[in-house]
């Protein structure tokens, strides 16, 4: 009979391609994992820049006097991340102002949309093909009332 060395040294040709086929499958899995982090943290920092955006709006409107929040109304005004209107920022935020809300003339109802537009290589923001604004990701929307009852 013959002897079976267990210690002998080196692998065999199967144990190799074996061993690299996992270490790609494994390569392959954290680059995949890595790609999807960073789309994942960018929707995510333009969901969280545009709620601060809005909550930022509606901020500003419940300092005005109760009479003057109906004057402001705006639709599709082009603000940057700060909020600040600017013909270089890259949302879009709208105020709807509900006057006598649920036929309640102390009630005025507050709905503020942002949405972010994709800006193009050349600067502009319209797509080249259909001539409209391309926007990433759902708009968000906070509403709020507000009151001159005291």
Do not use: C
Request: charged share 25%; net charge negative; aromatic share 8%.
């Amino acid at each position: 009979m013959r002897a079976v060395f267990y210690n002998q040294k080196g692998m065999t040709l199967v144990e190799a391609i074996v061993a690299a086929a996992l270490v790609l499958i494994a390569a392959v899995s954290m680059g995949a994992l890595a790609t999807q982090s960073a789309v994942f943290s960018r929707r995510i920092d333009t969901v969280y820049t545009a709620s601060y955006l809005a909550q930022r709006r509606i901020d500003i409107l419940n300092r005005l006097d109760f009479s003057q929040i109906s004057a402001a109304e705006e639709s599709d005004v082009r603000i940057n991340s700060d909020g600040n209107i600017s013909a270089d920022g890259n949302y879009l935020r709208t105020t709807e102002i509900t006057s006598d809300f649920d036929a309640n003339a102390h009630l005025r109802k507050v709905k503020v949309t942002i949405k972010r537009f994709k800006i193009n290589m050349d600067g502009s923001i319209l797509d080249p093909e259909t001539g409209e604004m391309t926007f990433l990701g759902e708009a968000i929307v906070m509403e709020t009332l507000f009151s001159d009852v005291t």
